[in-house]
């Protein structure tokens, strides 16, 4: 029995995959024909699973974090020191995560075979290449989509950057539809207009009065937008409710200090309490990476920011007991080449790169994948971006041979020449 | 009525008359006296006090130590021993006075002693006097300095390299330490373009100022870049040349250009901002005040190239701008300094890692990213 379609005003492919009939193709066991109540109720939303993105942008150098060379003559000028998973070393730019990989898996056999910043960026985010003919929907909004309980008042993908900016990104939800796209955390700042209007009975009115007009357009004329739109403001009312999740002051002072009180470690912080709040999907990014001139004093700067306050991060969920039910991962567009610039920096380099992993469905102090004495090329268990996507899904509890169905159309959820990578999950 | 004459057609200027000679120094040609030829990517050089030695560092973790001592005619074979001690790079090389010891601080936080000019050195002292990289390095007397990533000074003494002191100098990388040349003050500068000048007997702070042109903050990438690369005295002792990048645009891409920024040391004021003539991309990673009265100055990036500048800074002093005029570039109006050109500029072979110069000032060397040395010969 083929799950209903949706009946949307236009047909476009992008607004036929209903929401039903998403959940009737995931999550395991979940039959097509489950009655309709059920299907409402996500499981994995019961088990309250997470996942937690942290994007270093702009490509981190493999060999100055998960897969160090020294004395090598592409090594660089940095030591490997071991760490608290048995036989596994990285770089000493990263003491303190040291201290945290057995907690931690390691992926060194990354080949996405893409040096574009762009082309890269969409690699990791949705587990496959760019096509012409269709956008594959990120990973954010798959968790927001399969992950997230339908009535959880905080978005599916929140998208916490550095600087400015803000809004959302329906577009990375592609045919998902908009209400899974991304909402852009700004600076980790709470959204703007997230205070309640002083006066409760004239918001309730001019809410009452919104649903009275939306009721009206979408009997007539009802769009994935249009319903977006109408979720996204009953959605808004309901995080204004949850806006002490963005009040860092409320954080021991000692455990702030641990994280560090520049960007990086307050955006660590909130990550911590949005995901402990049921975010279901938090992506916070440290920036920048893309070290074509002195990637290795870059890498000391970056790298001390970032070192401290992410293994302040996986200690804490541990403590919290969130990290069994949070999937983490360290990701970046690519790695950076093996040989050193004329100006002691590293280009763009895919062949050959890692990435880390940890907590829900990771085993940790795992590693997988190896490259050669130089770290030019991938020697044993090579990867793509289709086996990291197949890989998140499957430690947190989806099935990645399933299919999507876009206007009767089965697509593939994950790449399938990609299949999850055993070595590190539990 | 009147006519008025046809101007006479201006005669095309003629050509700049060529630069004085500096008595003694022939700048206009450079004259290679050895070429030497090393496996690995070359980081740093300097002459040994009698220059009869050239060390030079290489990204395989190893020092070099060249004989430049000619052959019956005259020629230098170069012969090269590599030698193995430190774990990571090393870019700051230093000498006893003597003549006995060569000096070395890596990034992996080691000062180590070496015997210098035998067959097979081997290092004879090793002490992890700085957690991470050490940048900075001079020695005086028995007393040796250094300056780290962990933004400390430390003393050490020879021969035993026993801790003498060390305390928190900076709130961020070290990039120079020096001995000032009456041996009275230790000068150290760091990432952010500050210089610190300290107290050699006490260790107390005496005076700080910024060459800020050679540091920015780009928010772009959220990183500092910049700081002080290298830096040379004035044969008076009183002043002090830096150099690095400036007019950063893109950090991470290295789109800046080459500065040499003098400054009187004694008072913090900035005397004179050397510049090239013709835009060049990169970064200044060489520089030596010579005592015949020119400073020369080296810098790598799209290639390599080498200038000169008098030392008789004639600073041509900006007008006051109008008091409506808004400030566009608050440092440089301040301190009202127009750029000084280059009398001579060579374009190098190679992208350049440093620079040096032998203590009589009659050979340069210069270490290139191609894994070669070249000494050439100034007077």
């Not at chain 1, 520049?262 to 049921?278: K, M, T, Y």
């Not at chain 2, 980081?43 to 990204?59: G, H, K, M, N, V």
């Not at chain 2, 000498?95 to 067959?119: E, H, M, Q, R």
């Amino acid at each position: 029995m083929r799950p209903e379609i949706a009946r949307y005003a236009c047909n476009s492919p992008e607004h036929t995959l209903n929401r039903r009939s998403m959940l009737g193709v995931l999550g395991g066991g979940l039959a097509t024909a489950t009655s309709a109540g059920s299907l409402l109720a996500n499981p994995l939303a019961r088990q309250h699973k997470r996942v937690l993105m942290v994007f270093l942008s702009g490509g981190v150098s493999q060999l100055e974090t998960w897969d160090p060379k020294p004395g090598a003559p592409t090594g660089g000028p940095f030591r490997a020191i071991p760490t608290s998973a048995p036989g596994v070393h990285i770089c000493e730019l990263l003491p303190y995560t040291a201290s945290q990989m057995h907690r931690l898996a390691l992926v060194r056999g990354v080949n996405t075979a893409e040096d574009d910043h762009g082309k890269g960026s969409h690699i990791i985010h949705t587990g496959r290449r760019q096509e012409p003919s269709l956008e594959y929907p990120h990973l954010g909004s798959v968790a927001a989509k399969f992950v997230a309980d339908a009535d959880n008042p905080i978005p599916g993908y929140l998208n916490v950057v550095p600087g400015g900016g803000g809004g959302s990104n329906a577009a990375d939800a592609a045919f998902l539809g908009p209400r899974y796209g991304s909402v852009t955390i700004s600076d980790g700042r709470a959204p703007a207009n997230i205070d309640r209007p002083v006066d409760p009975l004239r918001e309730q009115q001019r809410h009452d009065l919104r649903r009275a007009a939306d009721q009206r357009f979408m009997a007539r004329r009802k769009s994935a937008q249009t319903e977006a739109y109408t979720q996204t403001y009953d959605q808004a009312l309901q995080l204004m409710q949850k806006k002490a999740l963005f009040d860092l002051t409320s954080e021991p002072a000692k455990l702030t200090e641990s994280y560090g009180t520049h960007d990086f470690g307050r955006h660590c912080v909130l990550a911590r309490r949005l995901l402990e709040g049921g975010a279901p999907f938090v992506k916070i990014s440290h920036t920048n990476y893309d070290t074509h001139h002195e990637n290795f004093d870059f890498h000391i700067e970056q790298l001390a920011e970032f070192d401290k306050p992410f293994a302040t991060l996986i200690e804490d969920l541990h403590q919290r007991g969130l990290l069994s039910t949070t999937l983490v991962m360290v990701v970046s567009e690519f790695g950076r080449t093996p040989n050193i610039n004329r100006n002691y920096g590293r280009d763009h380099w895919s062949k050959a790169w890692s990435v880390a992993l940890g907590g829900c469905g990771i085993r940790g102090g795992s590693f997988c994948g190896k490259t050669n004495a130089q770290g030019t090329e991938v020697v044993d268990r090579q990867v793509h971006g289709g086996h990291l996507f197949a890989t998140y899904l499957k430690a947190l509890g989806l099935d990645p041979a399933k299919k999507y169905y876009v206007d009767q159309r089965p697509i593939p959820m994950v790449d399938p020449t990609g299949s999850p990578i055993g070595e590190v999950l539990s | 009525m009147t006519q008025e004459k046809p101007k006479p057609k201006e005669a095309p200027k003629p050509p700049p008359p060529p630069p004085e000679p500096i008595a003694g120094y022939n700048l206009a040609t450079l004259k290679q006296a050895a070429e030497l030829k090393n496996g690995s990517p070359l980081l740093a050089c300097r002459f040994s006090p009698d220059a009869r030695w050239l060390i030079t560092t290489a990204q395989d973790n190893t020092i070099q130590q060249w004989d430049l001592a000619p052959d019956k005619d005259g020629k230098i074979a170069g012969k090269k021993v590599d030698m193995a001690g430190h774990a990571s790079w090393t870019r700051a090389i230093s000498f006893s006075a003597d003549n006995k010891w060569l000096i070395t601080a890596g990034y992996d936080g080691l000062l180590l002693t070496w015997p210098l000019g035998v067959a097979h050195p081997e290092p004879v002292r090793q002490v992890q006097a700085h957690t991470g990289w050490i940048r900075g390095v001079d020695c005086q007397a028995n007393q040796v300095l250094t300056g780290g990533n962990d933004g400390r000074l430390a003393i050490h003494l020879l021969p035993d390299l026993r801790p003498s002191r060390a305390w928190q100098a900076h709130d961020c990388h070290i990039y120079q330490a020096s001995f000032s040349p009456d041996g009275k003050f230790i000068l150290s500068a760091d990432l952010k373009g500050r210089v610190k000048v300290w107290d050699q007997q006490s260790g107390a702070l005496v005076r700080e100022f910024a060459v800020a042109a050679l540091h920015k903050y780009d928010a772009g990438f959220g990183a500092d870049i910049g700081g002080v690369r290298a830096w040379s005295f004035s044969p008076d002792g009183s002043s002090i040349v830096c150099t690095g990048i400036t007019n950063v645009s893109n950090a991470f891409a290295g789109v800046g250009n080459p500065l040499y920024v003098v400054a009187n040391w004694t008072t913090g004021e900035i005397r004179a901002e050397l510049k090239p003539k013709e835009a060049f991309q990169g970064t200044g990673w060489g520089v030596c005040w010579h005592r015949a009265g020119f400073i020369l100055g080296a810098a790598g990036g799209n290639g390599g190239m080498l200038w000169a500048w008098r030392d008789d800074f004639k600073v041509p002093v900006k007008p006051e701008p109008a008091k409506t005029e808004p400030k566009k570039d608050a440092r440089k109006e301040e301190k009202k300094l127009e750029p000084i050109a280059e009398f001579v500029a060579h374009k190098l072979a190679d992208n350049v890692r440093d620079m040096c110069l032998s203590a009589n000032g009659k050979k340069l060397a210069i270490a290139y990213q191609g894994g070669i040395a070249r000494v050439h010969t100034l007077a």
